[in-house]
């Protein structure tokens, strides 16, 4: 069975930078499953994903633009330390979340003071050119309740 729409697709991955620096990877833990074509993915992964099969191992590589986009300047910025969401103690390199008007944000400490912290709001993998190394364990029909809520259940997918 293919890949294409209405398809749910389960496999695992490895993601890395342009360095082949290893950012993410599912492989010894639980495999993702989403819905294909529902915008459940990047558009540039659900496209190197079209018409692969079970078994198929690849690469499928995203510019910045089809990845998370080019970083933007002056997005560097300090706020209030107790307006950051998530941990209790925080260190340069990890995720926060940020209450802004634009309303909630992940953000990248840069640098932690006494009461402020300099915050970078460009996505961590903003400006990067990603590979993902792709194994496709598993494409079969979505259900009816699936295509009704628009993601995949189970395994690697929404479980509610
Ligand atoms: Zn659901």
Redesign the pocket.
């Known amino acids: 069975m293919k890949v294409e729409d209405k398809k749910v697709v389960k496999f695992h991955y490895v993601l890395k930078d342009e360095q082949q620096e290893e950012l993410e990877s599912t492989i010894g833990g639980e495999p993702v499953a989403y819905l294909h074509g529902f915008k459940n993915m990047l558009a540039g992964v659900e496209k190197g994903m079209e018409g692969r099969v079970a078994g198929e191992q690849f690469s499928i590589t995203l510019s910045p633009e089809e990845g998370y986009g080019e970083r933007v300047e002056g997005s560097v910025q300090r706020v209030p330390m107790k307006h950051l969401q998530g941990a209790k103690k925080w260190k340069p390199g990890m995720i926060a979340e940020v209450d802004t008007e634009q309303g909630r944000r992940q953000v990248t400490i840069v640098k932690v003071g006494k009461f402020m912290v300099t915050v970078d709001s460009n996505h961590p993998y903003a400006g990067r050119t990603l590979s993902f190394d792709v194994d496709v364990l598993d494409v079969r029909d979505a259900t009816a ?2 295509l009704a ?1 628009g ?1 995949a ?1 189970g395994v690697g997918g ?1 479980q ?1």
């Open positions: 309740e699936e809520h993601h259940h929404h509610h």
